[in-house]
């Protein structure tokens, strides 16, 4: 009885792999490099590599399932934001002409 939140399936209580929580990861990773914005898209990477970060010493499975369902859930909303913020995208930010412009030619 899995249902599908997104693309990532998402399973009932049980064994959280590390296998699936490096995929969720990147999973994560991939949704916030989507976002055209430099702020939304600097904000989802950062905060995804700071929560994995600090999680990831947690050897409880209890703990370590409780925040990959939260991941999941988390991974949903970047990707609806996703897609919300990009409809309505205005030209990109000081920041990305200035990151354009310091790139190696």
Do not use: C, H, W
């Not at 939304?40 to 999680?55: A, G, H, I, Q």
């Not at 370590?64 to 999941?72: A, D, M, P, W």
């Not at 970047?78 to 354009?100: E, H, T």
Request: positive net charge; aromatic residues 10%.
């Amino acid at each position: 009885n899995a249902e599908y939140m997104g693309r990532q399936k998402v399973r009932e209580r049980g064994m959280t792999t590390a296998k699936d929580v490096l995929k969720l990861y990147r999973s994560l990773l991939r949704a916030g490099r989507g976002y055209q914005d430099y702020n939304f898209r600097n904000f989802v990477l950062r905060r995804t590599r700071e929560d994995f970060k600090d999680s990831k010493l947690l050897a409880d499975p209890a703990a370590v399932e409780e925040l990959y369902q939260k991941g999941l859930r988390q991974l949903a909303l970047v990707q609806r934001q996703q897609v919300i913020q990009n409809l309505f995208f205005q030209g990109q930010s000081v920041m990305d002409f200035a990151k354009q412009s310091s790139a190696p030619n």
